[in-house]
């Protein structure tokens, strides 16, 4: 699920975001909303369930890492440092 959206090109895509209007305009950054949410709904499902540790940690890495590239609107600016 995560495996498209955790490719090189696709993150640098969506780090090179600066503004508002540019992370508004973008696909990738519409395409990659949904995944995100549905990624963290998986992974408090997993949490629950008590699968591993490690299988856990393993999912919550790429969660972060696709939230941080996301980035959050803070002012006029792509905030890419948290998520």
């Known amino acids: ?16 975001l600066q503004t508002q209007e540019e992370a508004f305009a973008s696909e990738e950054r519409k ?7 549905a990624a963290r709904e998986m992974l ?9 540790q490690e299988e856990y940690n393993r999912l919550s890495d790429k969660i972060s890492l696709l939230a941080r590239v996301y980035g959050i609107p803070t002012g006029n600016i792509i905030d ?3 998520g």
């Open 31 to 37: 395409s990659a909303k949904p995944i995100l949410i």
């Open 44 to 52: 408090h499902t997993i949490g629950v369930s008590g699968v591993a």
């Open 80 to 82: 890419h440092s948290r």
């Open 1 to 16: 699920m995560l495996s498209p959206f955790l490719e090189r090109e696709f993150l640098a895509s969506l780090h090179a």
